[in-house]
């Protein structure tokens, strides 16, 4: 099968990176505000910044300049954590959380270490509470995978949370809607450490995915929701013998505003970038789909493509 022409890719994810590069300093959070009185949704679009700059350092195939694009974005939001401080304080307050693991994750996988965090979370992982949480298994895969990033020893069964998930029962695919795609898509890149260890992903789903990837890509093409087709696109380029879309690529492309902002239902033009950079998902989506779908493209030619 022929390739995916890197140039979609390349151009969605560069435009997409730089608007992030132009706006970021407007997630900046007040050194003033105690840990846990932290902004909520400031913190989340933040910690979503880290991941999609973690993607880019990670594969290094968009080339010299967006390499220092995110090299400078993980600089501000390790910074904006307080070099791990501010997670530090947060799992102090509320030990049973995850959700600081998860931000800390990327980062520390890329050398941005708190050791005293690092203790922290060594010692809460080793208490019988860590083994019984109650959560979704989609929430415990998370952690599972925050947890292997960042070097703690596992005692997660995979297997049986994978099958706990709306993926992992191989339901009819007629069934799915918006909702239980987020959830397909995180449990792609949980298993595959974000497009890391495509081999995580369990072979029975890998061939799910192969049948009925391309149908669900074309569905919410013609909804334009954005986001979701970005999340889609990158849980193709996570499978061992990746899925590229090339017509939805194209499309994506033809949606991103000049300025590499794609839309999404709340977001707005650059005439509100501080709504904007608040709701910011489907370009963060863009950066980090496009990243692995280049990637992959560049890496094994022998892909397919699933064209409608």
Same mark, same amino acid.
């Given at each position: 099968?022929?390739?995916?022409?890197?140039?979609?890719?390349?151009?969605?994810?560069?435009?997409?990176?730089?608007?992030?590069?132009?706006?970021?300093?407007?997630?900046?959070?007040?050194?003033?505000?105690?840990?846990?009185?932290?902004?909520?949704?400031?913190?989340?679009?933040?910690?979503?910044?880290?991941?999609?700059?973690?993607?880019?350092?990670?594969?290094?195939?968009?080339?010299?300049?967006?390499?220092?694009?995110?090299?400078?974005?993980?600089?501000?939001?390790?910074?904006?954590?307080?070099?791990?401080?501010?997670?530090?304080?947060?799992?102090?307050?509320?030990?049973?959380?995850?959700?600081?693991?998860?931000?800390?994750?990327?980062?520390?996988?890329?050398?941005?270490?708190?050791?005293?965090?690092?203790?922290?979370? =060594?010692?809460? /992982?080793?208490? +019988? &509470?860590?083994?019984?949480?109650?959560?979704? *298994? %989609? $929430?415990?895969?998370?952690? !599972? #995978?925050?947890?292997?990033?960042?070097?703690?020893?596992?005692?997660?069964?995979?297997?049986?949370?994978?099958?706990?998930?709306?993926?992992?029962?191989?339901?009819?695919?007629?069934?799915?809607?918006?909702?239980?795609?987020?959830?397909?898509?995180?449990?792609?890149?949980?298993?595959?450490?974000?497009?890391?260890?495509?081999?995580?992903?369990?072979?029975?789903?890998?061939?799910?995915?192969?049948?009925?990837?391309?149908?669900?890509?074309?569905?919410?093409?013609?909804?334009?929701?954005?986001?979701?087709?970005?999340?889609?696109?990158?849980?193709?380029?996570?499978?061992?013998?990746?899925?590229?879309?090339?017509? =939805?690529?194209? /499309?994506?492309? +033809? &949606?991103?505003?000049?300025?590499?902002?794609? *839309? %999404? $239902?709340?977001?707005?033009? !650059? #005439?509100?970038?501080?709504?904007?950079?608040?709701?910011?998902?489907?370009?963060?989506?863009?950066?980090?789909?496009?990243?692995?779908?280049?990637?992959?493209?560049?890496?094994?030619?022998?892909?397919?493509?699933?064209?409608?």
């Amino acid at each position: 099968m022929d390739t995916l022409d890197p140039h979609l890719p390349r151009q969605v994810g560069t435009r997409a990176l730089e608007w992030l590069d132009h706006l970021h300093g407007r997630l900046a959070l007040d050194p003033a505000v105690p840990a846990h009185e932290t902004d909520g949704p400031t913190l989340r679009a933040l910690a979503e910044l880290v991941l999609a700059a973690a993607t880019v350092r990670r594969e290094a195939v968009g080339g010299p300049e967006s390499a220092r694009t995110a090299g400078r974005l993980l600089d501000f939001g390790w910074r904006q954590l307080r070099e791990g401080d501010l997670l530090y304080e947060l799992q102090r307050h509320t030990p049973a959380a995850t959700r600081p693991m998860e931000i800390y994750a990327p980062l520390a996988a890329l050398g941005y270490r708190h050791h005293a965090l690092d203790r922290l979370l =060594a010692h809460l /992982a080793a208490t +019988r &509470a860590a083994r019984t949480p109650e959560q979704t *298994p %989609g $929430h415990r895969l998370a952690a !599972a #995978a925050a947890a292997r990033r960042i070097g703690l020893p596992g005692h997660h069964d995979l297997d049986a949370l994978t099958r706990g998930t709306w993926l992992g029962g191989v339901p009819e695919p007629w069934m799915l809607d918006g909702d239980n795609a987020h959830g397909v898509t995180r449990t792609v890149f949980h298993l595959t450490d974000w497009g890391a260890d495509p081999a995580g992903l369990p072979a029975h789903l890998q061939r799910y995915l192969h049948q009925w990837l391309p149908a669900w890509v074309l569905a919410f093409t013609e909804t334009r929701d954005w986001e979701l087709v970005g999340e889609l696109l990158a849980v193709g380029a996570c499978l061992e013998q990746p899925l590229f879309h090339r017509a =939805a690529w194209a /499309a994506l492309a +033809r &949606a991103q505003q000049a300025d590499g902002m794609l *839309p %999404g $239902h709340t977001t707005r033009p !650059a #005439a509100r970038p501080e709504r904007a950079m608040c709701d910011h998902r489907p370009t963060v989506v863009a950066v980090v789909a496009a990243t692995l779908a280049l990637s992959r493209a560049v890496g094994h030619p022998r892909a397919t493509e699933a064209d409608s």
